[in-house]
């Protein structure tokens, strides 16, 4: 069976291996230096800006969303908008629901890039907030982050951006781009098993943190940033993935860094699309800003679902999709530890479906 998901995502031998080990009790001197060193590492992939935190919660990528969410606004004080395209964007719309903080939402149409237009109905709102996916993962569209900082700086809100399916996939620097909060997920780029979510806030973002009374036990951020001062969690963390990470992190540096990392995801992703196009002209790949973790697919008049089932069954496993778009669009993922090699079978795949089906 060949992972060609958006998370979980094939792993590679050492990271697997590291998995396996026998794991050590936590509250101790060398696993803090090991948290303390993660941080550290991570806050320079992120492009964090000096005087920011990383945090690693232990949950889903949902956990970390929902912890900068209810973390850094409340429902008296603050006033958030939310950038929907897709299903993510509106999970953002549903946390901030749940804990009943106000909110407008920037609707971006399927076949839309998020531009400076889109925002000009909102010039007149204030946000003291502003929820991005960097990529949403539901459609694998890429969000251009530059209008949502320009609004940021307009209205001095935080710009929070949910990087889970974009990091080690897409160019993301958190000073460069003005970004005051970002988090990810283990199972998407990093192609960890599921289970742990890093946060990393910036200075603006750690002094509202400060600030905001949080209605959280498990997410509390006040008492995540307590505990990393000297490298440990509030809670028993995700252990055998933060080892995980470790190994994952020394690989990244001993293969030439993140420049290297973010290089070849893009040249994966063009090589497939390029394939894609050459061998299956029939599927459409949507003209928008797409993230180099994906290529989404629009595979009509062939239905998705029956496609997602077809490759099921020989071990070839693509993402489907849900809601409206069930039987019209699949993602295929360049996430993990693949390379073109492990595409041919699943182009050859394609092409005898579609031929099959044709008849």
């Given amino acids: 069976m060949t992972l060609f998901t958006v998370g979980p995502v094939e792993m590679s031998p050492d990271v697997r291996s590291t998995g396996a080990i026998h794991l050590p009790y936590f509250r101790t001197r060398s696993f803090s230096s090991m948290m303390l060193a993660l941080e550290e590492e991570l806050l320079g992939l992120f492009g964090a800006p000096a005087g920011s935190r990383a945090l690693f919660l232990s949950g889903s990528g949902t956990s970390g969303m929902e912890a900068a969410v209810a973390g850094l606004f409340d429902a008296e004080s603050d006033r958030l908008l939310i950038v929907n395209?897709?299903?993510f964007g509106q999970r953002f719309v549903?946390?901030?629901a749940r804990h009943r903080i106000p909110h407008q939402?920037?609707?971006v149409p399927f076949e839309a890039d998020l531009t400076p237009e889109l925002f000009a109905e909102f010039a007149d709102y204030a946000a003291t907030g502003l929820l991005i996916n960097q990529g949403e993962t539901s459609v694998g569209k890429l969000y251009d982050l530059k209008p949502a900082a320009d609004y940021c700086r307009r209205t001095g809100a935080l710009l929070v951006v949910d990087a889970v399916s974009s990091f080690l996939n897409d160019p993301l620097n958190m000073e460069a781009q003005a970004v005051d909060c970002a988090l990810t997920a283990s199972q998407k780029a990093l192609a960890l098993p599921p289970g742990l979510a890093p946060l990393v806030l910036g200075p603006?973002?750690?002094?509202?943190?400060?600030d905001t009374r949080q209605p959280l036990y498990y997410l509390d951020l006040q008492a995540a940033l307590r505990?990393?001062?000297?490298?440990?969690?509030?809670?028993t963390p995700a252990l055998a993935i933060l080892y995980q990470l470790e190994t994952r992190l020394a690989g990244i540096r001993e293969r030439g860094g993140l420049r290297t990392e973010l290089e070849q995801r893009r040249g994966l992703a063009a090589w497939f699309r390029a394939e894609l196009k050459r061998r299956l002209p029939a599927f459409r790949?949507?003209?928008?800003?797409?993230?180099?973790?994906?290529?989404?697919?629009?595979?009509?008049?062939?239905d998705a679902r029956a496609l997602f089932e077809s490759l099921e069954e020989e071990g070839l496993i693509i993402t489907p999709s849900g809601g409206d778009w069930t039987h019209r669009l699949t993602r295929i993922g360049h996430m993990g530890y693949l390379r073109p090699m492990h595409y041919e079978p699943l182009l050859d795949a394609l092409v005898a479906w579609t031929e099959k089906e044709k008849r």
């Fill in 105 to 107: 939402v920037l609707t």
């Fill in 285 to 302: 790949i949507p003209a928008f800003r797409k993230s180099n973790g994906l290529t989404p697919l629009l595979t009509e008049p062939y």
């Fill in 94 to 96: 549903e946390i901030a």
């Fill in 227 to 235: 505990n990393q001062e000297r490298g440990q969690t509030p809670w």
């Fill in 85 to 87: 395209g897709g299903s």
């Fill in 204 to 210: 603006r973002a750690l002094a509202k943190a400060k």
